[in-house]
């Protein structure tokens, strides 16, 4: 199994910055796809931004322009900078790991326990 813990969250006012951080721990074959989703209170979770295979990104047009995806494979962990945050990006946020382990193993799917992002007007 693989575990996933965030890190980074917090209390933040509008206009200020975030660095939320996830470590996998556990046997990693290779990743399909990493992302960083969020779900704002009374919500669904919604993807917010990730990164496919190699190293393509994308991201929520509510975000493009002020939040970053990025990792770092030698320690297999992933972050979120988020910039000009804004009260509607409060929520928990969570990171998803896609991974598999061997070459013709299914997928599998692994999520962190999440961590709280509240940006106060």
């Known amino acids: 199994q693989l575990r996933l813990v965030e890190s980074g969250g917090g209390l933040v006012q509008t206009g200020g910055s975030l660095r939320l951080s996830c470590s996998a721990s556990?046997?990693?074959?290779?990743?399909?796809?990493m992302g960083w989703y969020r779900q704002p209170p009374g919500k669904q979770r919604e993807l917010v931004a990730g990164?496919?295979?190699?190293?393509?990104?994308n991201y929520a047009n509510s975000v493009k322009g002020r939040f970053t995806i990025s990792r770092n494979n030698a320690l297999n962990t992933m972050y979120l900078q988020m910039n000009s945050l804004k009260p509607e990006d409060t929520g928990v946020y969570y990171c998803?790991?896609?991974?598999?382990?061997?070459?013709?193993?299914?997928?599998?799917?692994?999520w962190g326990q999440g961590t709280q992002v509240t940006v106060s007007s």
């Open positions: 998803n790991f896609k991974w598999r382990t061997n070459l013709l193993a299914p997928s599998k799917d692994s």
């Open positions: 556990g046997s990693i074959f290779s990743i399909d796809s």
């Open positions: 990164i496919l295979g190699p190293g393509t990104t």
